[in-house]
């Protein structure tokens, strides 16, 4: 049988880890609350706004040349991959750093084995994965959570975009969680540069003619920046909520594993203390016998 103190000190160690994991559950959740207002909120905004980009695009045709949508042989490639700062949220982080592996080794392999491959990873767990393997990687926004905001995200955008058109990179990818429900995030992969159109901007393309005041040039050269940046920060965003949610999920898995190894410490606990008592019984009944027969 377990030593009576030893099985003490492991239930003891087991309800403070509960302890931990529980508050660490209702942290998550009120984060998450915040988190999926948050993109709850932002969804219609940026969802309306690529379509509106894509219809003044299309209505414009191809009148005026458009830096963020030229399509050259991609030689060269930026892949943005968006994690979280800590652990303890399940597969979350997992499932990004392996869908970037797989992106790299099914598209991108002979890039990568010419080294004109670069990370930008947004999350310290991704920086760690891929450093650790020796991929090339920015760490200039690594810490983007540290300070989440719009302004701290174009900045990364701003970073993908001025490669992009002066070609140190040709095709510029984005790897992220979408967050569907507490329980579930999506990983997405989606080409961030250079643009295309929807499929549902081609197949509603029409002869509708806009009227532009300012030129249409000056609106496209402001509006489409504005849409890359809303389109990573979206991303951010997903990502943020999905996190909060896996951590949540995960939390809530800990405390429960956690009451049921209580319940089999707790049994072995006084399996062991009975076995203990019924031992010092026998003693006493074997030495009183002892006595009694001298």
Not at 85 to 97: E, K, P, S, Y
Not at 121 to 147: C, L, M, Q, W
Not at 155 to 182: I, Q, S
Request: charged share 20%.
């Amino acid at each position: 049988m377990a030593n009576l103190k030893e099985v003490r000190n492991r239930i003891q160690s087991v309800i403070s880890t509960q302890q931990i994991t529980k508050a660490m559950k209702m942290v998550a959740a009120a984060k998450l609350r915040r988190a999926q207002d948050a993109i709850t909120q932002m969804r219609p905004y940026a969802q309306r706004l690529n379509h509106v980009i894509g219809n003044v695009s299309a209505s414009v045709g191809e009148d005026l040349s458009n830096p963020f949508a030229e399509v050259r042989p991609v030689n060269k490639v930026l892949v943005i991959l968006v994690t979280s700062d800590r652990g303890l949220c399940g597969a979350f982080n997992t499932n990004i750093n392996k869908a970037v592996l797989t992106l790299l080794q099914d598209k991108y392999s002979t890039q990568l084995a010419a080294g004109n491959v670069t990370l930008l990873p947004i999350g310290k767990k991704g920086s760690e994965f891929f450093a650790r393997r020796g991929y090339k990687a920015h760490s200039e926004f690594v810490f983007t959570y540290s300070n989440l905001s719009f302004a701290t995200v174009s900045k990364a955008a701003e970073f993908a975009m001025d490669g992009f058109v002066k070609g140190d990179y040709d095709e510029v990818m984005l790897v992220f969680n979408e967050f569907k429900n507490v329980a579930t995030q999506i990983v997405r992969s989606e080409q961030m540069l250079p643009l295309v159109a929807s499929a549902d901007t081609v197949a509603n393309k029409s002869n509708t003619e806009y009227i532009f005041e300012p030129s249409a040039e000056y609106i496209l050269e402001t509006v489409l920046p504005a849409s890359i940046k809303m389109h990573l920060y979206k991303a951010v965003l997903e990502s943020n909520a999905s996190e909060h949610g896996a951590r949540m999920t995960a939390m809530d898995k800990a405390t429960d594993n956690a009451g049921e190894l209580l319940k089999d410490l707790r049994l072995t606990y006084n399996r062991s203390r009975q076995a203990a008592i019924t031992k010092e019984i026998l003693e006493i009944v074997g030495g009183a016998e002892a006595l009694a027969a001298q």
